[in-house]
């Protein structure tokens, strides 16, 4: 008959001096900025800080009238504008090198049963945050900007700055990114806890009515854009629900498991 293994099996061996726990964190973040120092570095000669920008600016200027293009009312936004843009891309491409140097900072002090649990949350937030800024950039942009251009007067020349222009994106993508983020936060409630999977169920109208409240509040105000990002949030929370179920049976603490051989 097998053996569970005990809290201090588990963690034999992980024991660390305080300043070799502060050498190693120096040493993963000097390589977590390398790796985005690299990818910033190839970025810059290829496609360019430029065509970078180009590429983020191409859902509005399909959209703007002909002949119009986006303006720079700053000296020196021209050049701080791409550089901007080329960190945050070269950030996140390099996203996985910089989440795995933080999973190995961690992971030595955790049970075997919290590695299950962390690892694949750090994998599956990641993926899901980059869907959400994916699908934002490919579907909702295309639609907000047509609906906008649509609406606006004809007497009107759009020449949006591109200060601004870049500010609405980060927003945009940060808002689509958290809100995809709605199952993980659901499977961390329901395995701390805090909540029950039957209590997620029953909150279901609550949800419905929050994820619109949220949507109306951080998008522009227009229907495309609130319907685009309170939908998937909707429709995740249901995901979430499913994964939690999931997630709790295979993710039990040894004691967990002993409490549940030895119960009435």
Do not use: N
């Not at 590429?55 to 000296?75: E, F, Y």
């Not at 869907?131 to 579907?139: I, L, Q, S």
């Not at 319907?227 to 997630?247: N, R, S």
Request: hydrophobic share 60%.
């Amino acid at each position: 008959m097998s053996q569970t293994p005990s809290s201090d099996d588990e963690l034999a061996g992980t024991e660390q001096p305080f300043v070799q726990h502060l050498m190693e964190l120096r040493d993963r973040l000097v390589k977590a900025i390398v790796a985005v120092g690299l990818v910033a570095a190839v970025l810059f000669f290829f496609p360019g800080p430029g065509a970078l920008y180009d590429l983020l600016a191409a859902p509005l200027v399909a959209h703007l009238p002909k002949g119009a293009t986006l303006i720079a009312t700053s000296v020196i936004s021209p050049f701080m504008v791409p550089l901007k843009i080329l960190l945050m891309s070269a950030f996140m491409i390099a996203l996985p090198v910089v989440l795995w140097q933080v999973w190995g900072f961690i992971a030595p002090g955790l049970y075997i049963h919290e590695k299950k649990l962390v690892l694949p949350l750090v994998v599956s937030s990641t993926l899901l945050f980059l869907v959400g800024v994916a699908f934002c950039y490919f579907f909702v942009f295309g639609k907000v900007f047509a609906f906008i251009q649509g609406f606006a007067p004809k007497s009107i020349t759009a020449a949006p700055d591109i200060e601004a222009y870049l500010s609405f994106v980060i927003t945009m993508f940060i808002s689509f990114g958290l809100a995809f983020e709605v199952p993980i936060v659901v499977v961390v409630l329901a395995r701390l806890g805090m909540v029950s999977v039957a209590q997620l169920k029953s909150f279901r109208g609550y949800f419905i009515v929050l994820a619109f409240v949220i949507a109306a509040i951080v998008t522009p105000p227009d229907v495309v854009s609130q319907l685009a990002l309170a939908i998937p949030m909707v429709m995740l929370y249901e995901l979430g629900i499913w994964a939690a179920q999931l997630f709790i049976r295979h993710t039990k603490a040894p004691e967990d498991d002993e409490e549940a051989a030895s119960g009435p």
